[in-house]
């Protein structure tokens, strides 16, 4: 089954230090998976995983001063 039949969106999620961690996934539970399989604990315990929002491609060069 081809990735393009699954649409992945963009994530802003809220951290605790007032930053923003960018992640990608179907949804933004799982785009928290894949951000899990990159990040430690300790840098996934910075993310408040209720605290998100979803953006396109063309918005996230608004989004760059902020991402932690």
Do not use: C, T, W
């Not at 995983?49 to 932690?68: A, E, F, T």
């Amino acid at each position: 089954m081809s990735s393009f039949s699954n649409p992945h969106y963009m994530y802003l999620f809220e951290m605790k230090n007032g930053k923003q961690k960018l992640a990608y996934g179907q949804s933004p539970e799982d785009a928290l998976d894949v951000l899990r399989i990159r990040l430690s604990q300790a840098e996934m315990d910075e993310i408040l995983p209720d605290k998100h929002v979803k953006i396109s491609q063309r918005s996230l060069q608004q989004h760059v001063d902020n991402l932690g």
